[in-house]
Every structure is written in structure tokens, then in C-alpha cells.
């Protein structure tokens, strides 16, 4: 069945850092792929989100290509801020019913 | 105006008691959802209603008994309650029950079973 694997978290950075969040799908035919952010006390927003195979999703500074070969859609954002600390999710879309398979989570700590 | 509401946020109860979540969308969505997440974040999905039919059904005991009365309320009644479900419990919507489509999260009820 239809798998994600998300990078272990938490992960701490200094602000203006680099980030990269690994992501890697198990999944049988073309699925969407997405990144879903979830701020403290707050259900989860969709972040950026690809379609087929080298797409790049892009919102807020974050980007996240769709990579066929590697089976990955790694996040990244070139400089972070406070405000990003926050939990991110990968995410699978389904074959049908819009239902989505979630990675287990990352969770991003950026300091001041 | 909150396009997905789901209340209560806080529900705190004995073991063996019988609760009742609800949630409410006025984004005119078809398809609604019930995700359980737990205490390491881990988010699954539970039921999905399209147009107030049931399209997914996932391994979830008995004890959970989804209702849609329409297509804008989605409704978790819980039977029985055990330590085990304590859990945030997310609603959500989705324009269509499609693969591609973006799902639009309520802030979640934190349940806790003593």
C-alpha cells in the first residue's frame, strides 16, 4: 500500500538557516504529492502541493520538487524564520476519494 | 467566518462514557473528513462523506459511528470510550473526493479519556 516516510524530527535552527525536510513515498501508479503545515493549536493548512513528476511546488518561500526517480519531495526554504516553527507533514494523494496518506510528522523549532 | 468549525475544542471524560463530536463546513465542499491524530502527531484518516455518502471507511472500531445529516456537517458520535482514543480529532473538507484535491482543516478536538 501507499507509504510516506518523513525525515525524524524535531529539528532546530537559527533564524535565516537553511531547511530541508526529507520526504520519500511509497505508492503505486502517479499520486499527488503535498506538504501540509501545522501551526501550534491550529489544524493543518495546505502548504504547496505537485501533481506529476518534476512539478515544483512553491508558497511562502518554501519548495518542494517531485522527483519520479527518487520517489522524493523534499521541502526546503532558503532562510527560515521564527514563524515557520511549526509541524510539517508530507503528504500521498490517494487513486481515488481524496484520501491522503501522512508522513509522521516533522517538527521545526526556529530560534531567534 | 471559520470555513471549518468543529467543537468542542477540549472534551475531557470518564472511560466508558458515550460523547459526540461535531464539525460544520460553509465552504460548499461535497466530501468531509475525520483524521485522528495522535500523541506523536501521527495523523490517520478515520471516514470520508461524499454528498452524505460514506466512501471511506477505514479499520475503526465500531465504537466510532460518523453521521452527515448533509453535506455540510460531519458529525463523530463515540461509543464507550477507552484510554486508547484519546487523540486530536480533525475535521475536514475537500472540494470533491478527488486525489488531487486540498484538504481545509478545522483546529482540531483534543480528546482525553481518564
Known amino acids: 500500500g501507499n507509504s510516506v516516510t518523513q525525515m525524524e524530527g524535531p529539528v532546530t535552527l537559527s533564524e535565516e538557516a537553511f531547511l530541508t525536510i526529507n520526504c520519500t513515498y511509497t505508492?503505486?501508479?502517479?499520486?499527488?504529492l503535498f506538504w501540509y503545515v501545522q501551526y501550534p493549536g491550529e489544524g493543518l493548512q495546505l502548504l504547496l502541493k505537485?501533481?506529476?513528476?518534476?512539478d515544483k511546488g512553491s508558497n511562502k518561500g518554501f519548495e518542494a520538487t517531485y522527483r519520479k526517480e527518487t520517489t522524493s519531495f523534499h521541502l526546503e526554504k532558503g532562510s527560515v524564520q521564527v514563524s515557520d516553527s511549526a509541524v510539517y507533514f508530507c503528504a500521498l494523494g490517494g487513486t481515488s476519494y481524496g484520501k491522503l496518506t501522512f508522513g509522521q510528522g516533522t517538527i521545526l523549532t526556529v530560534h531567534p | 467566518d471559520t470555513a471549518v468549525s468543529q467543537t468542542p475544542k477540549y472534551l475531557v471524560t470518564q472511560m466508558g462514557n458515550d460523547k459526540s463530536i461535531k464539525c460544520e463546513q460553509n465552504l460548499g465542499h461535497d466530501t468531509m473528513y475525520w483524521y485522528k491524530q495522535d500523541s506523536k502527531k501521527f495523523l490517520k484518516i478515520m471516514f470520508s462523506?461524499?454528498?452524505?455518502?460514506?466512501?471511506i471507511n477505514e479499520t475503526v472500531p465500531n465504537r466510532f459511528s460518523p453521521k452527515s445529516p448533509d453535506k455540510a456537517h460531519l458529525n463523530l458520535h463515540i461509543n464507550s470510550l477507552e484510554l486508547g482514543d484519546s487523540a486530536v480529532y480533525f475535521c475536514a473538507s475537500s472540494v470533491q473526493a478527488g486525489s488531487n484535491e486540498k484538504l481545509f482543516f478545522g483546529s482540531g478536538t483534543q480528546l482525553s479519556v481518564l
Open positions: 505508492a503505486t501508479g502517479y499520486p499527488s
Open positions: 462523506y461524499n454528498n452524505k455518502e460514506l466512501i
Open positions: 505537485a501533481t506529476k513528476a518534476d
